[in-house]
């Protein structure tokens, strides 16, 4: 019987693989797509939420977690096209001049 | 069920294990897609087909073309992978597996009890319509005005001169 | 008729407004906001002067001010005959300054910060006689203050000026500190603080309760109105420009401590002490700075001088209990105090700024539009009939008189002798005689049309301002006020000889022949009799050191503990407390600077320990 355990137990992986992909990776677009692995497997846990708990509000927020993973890339990849024109990489261990 | 819902799951893991360990740039958002794709196929198995043609327009659509473009624009080749492999990456690892393993713990106590709260389940995209303009009115604007934002930011950030 | 009375209220401050925060492109022109700023409200004055005489009366409470638990102050607003009385006055004598400034501020770089504050000032005042409770009253009393700090210290740049005005708001200070308390005792005893409830429960509070509000009441009244022992203020305010010092001594500002003795009429008839202080503290004010204005040469010192002594009469009037004869006094003082300011800013104007009577002499014949008008206000001044200061002096000592006060009655009159030799003794210097200064006198000349025509329309005041008071209790002036004050009944009634009631003015008469012949014709000549008297002399010279004295005794050791204070408390406790957080902060800052590495991973990494860590947490509760 699928239940929302196993909703949970995919989405974990899942998540856990695209903060890996954050965490290994150094080129920024890779981190990017990492990201979107990451707010996809809170989109499976948020729809088996919705499934079984009879309720509409989970899939409301899954629609504006797209906005906002939408968003993020429109951003993201416009700093990656400047990085990209400024520093000649888009290597994100490079990028240390924010600091106190 | 089950069988189906797992073999599924094993598909997204292949897919997004192949986004993070990818060599080609562009194949690894290729990997993307069909992961998007599984997840999609997640949504219309929990029955809200709605969600899941969004996913597939939004993501597929939209995010993944952009995605490519850049990638070309960029002229990013195929490289050895760029892997960071120091001693903060696998404290990372470390403490991701603490927190995999703090869910796990969590499911085996079965912590979670959900109970259902609306008699029926409206998946319909006149349902989350329903609740997006009424109860969700405010952070519907807000996420609208997250867009603008975005647009403009991406707009300033994408012009020769900065 | 509220919106007339709001309307003469606040459209000053409109023009305040409008000249002190938008007026910045029509620099050259403020006088086109400012002058029918005070224009309208004169008028509105006169309308509301009239409504009142008709017989009515206005007290409105605009809105709740200060509503807390028992203590509820509202913006109230009372129109009686005394307020009315005050606001036509104010209104009058501030509208034809205003005009005058028009020439005499001419081409001055802060011309339309001038008329702001001048504005400013005539609306403070009008507040103050409107109010109907004793803290809008306050509000309006300290807004004078600070108007007279702003325009005294109007020519910041100069020391001088920048000292005296904040003389002037420190010293005033001290007096509002005793007003504040009058106020604190009133709510105490009374639980109020609008005049009605006040006045109406003033006769059932003990002696000690009234003793001590109006005492407190009186200290306000003593600073503002520049009284003994806080007058020191009010010659250095001479710093300031004269149209402005004609304003503060005439209509806006000194006046306002008559004015408030006489609307607690009631308070201060239900107790008698402090009544008689009142009386004694303002006869020993007339003759003390009158006997200084004997010896001074600044000419405008010695009008300054010459205010706070007839304020010394004024509260003689409201002392003795005669309150009506104190406002009598100050409606004709408001005209000729106004004028002598006036013409002494004109002298000084065709002189570029020379206020030494030494260097002056023979002007009469250059500026005669100046000279004559200056005459009118002296004579005036020195209680000379039908001038307007006769028939109010005379009231004022003629009620004391009447009212057993046979001291006060006598040096009042001397005062008077003293008034009518120094004022002209002040005109055959600047007036007559040889010119002492040849190239001053040379350069001299009449004074624009702008400024010579106030003066005459003051001059007219001057003189006839004093006939609607004649036979005092009788006469139409008295009789209208009688309404808004509260007459004690007094046992003693002493019906004064015909030589008492001719004294003062023969006195008068005396004064100004003796300074004829001391600086006309110097007989005795005046360098004979300062040898003559010199101790006396050089003690009034010096102003009895009082500055000096205040300085030793008071400037000093306060000085001093504030050095003490600054050393230890500032330095070592609060400087060390505050030193020590900033010190605290920076090494917290140091230490979780390391932390911020400005590589994004690493903060992921932070997150990720930090969710971990929450999540364990939860899950091991």
Redesign the interface.
């Known amino acids: 019987?699928?239940g929302?355990?196993?909703y949970?137990?995919?989405s974990?992986?899942?998540f856990?693989?695209?903060?890996?992909?954050?965490?290994?990776?150094?080129?920024l677009?890779?981190i990017?797509?990492?990201l979107?692995?990451m707010l996809?497997s809170i989109?499976?846990t948020l729809?088996?939420?919705?499934?079984?708990?009879?309720?509409?509000?989970p899939?409301?927020l899954?629609?504006?977690i797209?906005?906002?993973?939408?968003?993020?890339?429109?951003?993201g990849?416009?700093?990656?096209?400047?990085l990209?024109?400024?520093k000649k990489t888009?290597?994100?261990?490079l990028?240390?001049?924010?600091?106190? | 069920m089950k069988t189906v819902f797992y073999i599924n799951a094993l598909f997204s893991l292949i897919f997004a294990l192949g986004v993070i360990f990818g060599k080609n740039p562009l194949r690894s958002a290729l990997s993307l897609l069909l992961f998007f794709l599984t997840i999609a196929l997640d949504f219309f198995f929990a029955g809200s087909e709605y969600l899941g043609f969004v996913q597939i327009i939004v993501y597929a659509g939209g995010i993944i073309v952009m995605i490519a473009f850049v990638i070309i624009l960029l002229g990013l080749k195929k490289e050895s992978p760029d892997y960071d492999i120091t001693v903060r990456s696998f404290t990372g690892i470390i403490l991701l597996g603490f927190f995999a393993l703090g869910v796990l713990y969590g499911l085996a106590k079965s912590v979670l009890h959900l109970i259902p709260k609306a008699p029926y389940f409206d998946t319909s995209a006149a349902g989350i319509g329903d609740a997006l303009f009424s109860k969700y009115l405010l952070p519907f604007e807000v996420a609208s005005i997250l867009l603008l934002v975005g647009v403009v930011l991406a707009f300033i950030f994408a012009k020769k001169e900065v | 008729m509220e919106t007339i009375l709001l309307i003469t209220l606040f459209v000053p401050l409109l023009g305040a407004i409008i000249n002190g925060v938008f007026g910045s492109p029509f620099k050259k022109y403020a006088h086109w906001v400012a002058v029918p700023a005070i224009g309208i409200s004169w008028l509105g004055a006169l309308y509301l002067l009239k409504f009142v005489m008709a017989g009515n009366t206005l007290n409105v409470n605009l809105w709740q001010w200060i509503p807390v638990k028992d203590f509820n102050v509202h913006f109230g607003l009372m129109l009686d005959p005394l307020s009315a009385v005050m606001i036509a006055t104010v209104t009058t004598v501030s509208f034809f300054i205003h005009i005058y400034s028009i020439g005499y501020m001419h081409g001055d770089p802060g011309y339309r910060r001038y008329f702001a504050y001048l504005n400013l000032f005539v609306f403070s005042m009008l507040m103050l006689v409107l109010a109907n409770n004793y803290v809008l009253l306050f509000v309006g009393w300290e807004a004078v203050g600070l108007c007279s700090y702003l325009l005294i210290g109007f020519w910041y740049e100069k020391k001088s000026a920048s000292d005296a005005g904040k003389k002037a708001f420190i010293v005033n200070r001290i007096g509002d500190a005793g007003f504040i308390l009058g106020i604190f005792t009133m709510f105490f005893a009374v639980g109020a603080v609008d005049y009605k409830t006040v006045f109406a429960a003033a006769p059932q509070l003990s002696a000690v309760i009234v003793g001590s509000i109006t005492f407190f009441l009186f200290m306000g009244a003593i600073g503002k109105s520049a009284q003994f022992p806080l007058y020191v203020w009010l010659p250095d305010a001479m710093e300031g420009p004269t149209p402005v010092s004609a304003l503060i001594h005439a209509a806006t500002m000194v006046t306002a401590g008559v004015y408030m003795v006489a609307r607690s009429s009631a308070l201060y008839s239900a107790h008698g002490s402090i009544a008689n202080a009142v009386a004694s503290i303002g006869a020993f004010t007339a003759i003390f700075a009158a006997s200084i204005a004997l010896v001074n040469d600044d000419i405008k010192r010695v009008l300054a001088y010459s205010t706070i002594s007839q304020l010394g009469y004024m509260f003689i009037g409201v002392g003795v209990g005669a309150y009506a004869t104190g406002i009598f006094h100050l409606y004709t003082h408001a005209f000729f105090k106004a004028l002598l300011f006036l013409t002494a800013g004109s002298v000084m104007h065709a002189l570029h700024g020379e206020l030494n009577m030494q260097k002056m002499g023979g002007l009469f014949k250059k500026m005669p539009h100046t000279g004559i008008t200056f005459i009118i206000g002296a004579l005036a001044l020195s209680g000379i009939p039908p001038l307007a200061g006769f028939y109010s002096k005379d009231s004022i000592l003629k009620e004391a008189l009447v009212r057993g006060h046979t001291t006060i009655w006598w040096v009042g009159t001397i005062t008077a002798f003293m008034t009518a030799f120094y004022m002209f003794r002040l005109i055959f210097m600047v007036f007559f005689g040889e010119p002492r200064d040849r190239e001053l006198y040379e350069h001299a000349h009449e004074s624009p049309a702008v400024m010579t025509i106030p003066l005459w329309i003051l001059a007219i005041g001057a003189i006839s301002a004093g006939w609607v008071g004649i036979g005092e209790d009788a006469s139409p002036f008295f009789k209208f006020l009688a309404p808004s004050l509260h007459y004690a009944e007094h046992g003693v009634h002493f019906e004064p000889a015909a030589w008492q009631e001719w004294l003062p003015l023969i006195f008068g008469v005396a004064g100004i022949l003796l300074a004829w012949s001391m600086y006309m014709k110097r007989i005795p000549s005046p360098v004979g009799m300062a040898r003559a008297f010199k101790p006396i002399y050089k003690l009034l010279k010096g102003k009895y050191y009082v500055d000096e004295i205040y300085n030793i005794f008071i400037v000093k050791p306060i000085y001093y503990l504030a050095i003490i204070l600054f050393k230890l408390v500032d330095r070592i406790l609060i400087d060390g407390t505050v030193n020590g957080v900033a010190w605290v902060n920076r090494a917290t800052g140091a230490v979780l600077n390391k932390i911020q590495t400005g590589a994004v991973k690493t903060y992921m990494l932070w997150i990720v320990f930090a969710a971990t860590l929450i999540m364990w947490l939860q899950l091991l509760k």
């Open positions: 019987m699928l929302f355990n196993d949970l137990l995919v974990v992986i899942l856990f693989v695209g903060a890996l992909g954050v965490l290994f990776r150094r080129n677009i890779y990017l797509m990492s979107e692995l996809n989109n499976l729809i088996g939420l919705a499934k079984y708990s009879n309720d509409t509000n899939q409301v899954i629609l504006l797209l906005v906002v993973a939408a968003v993020e890339v429109a951003v990849l416009g700093l990656a096209i400047n990209m024109r400024v888009v290597d994100v261990d990028f240390k001049s924010l600091k106190g």
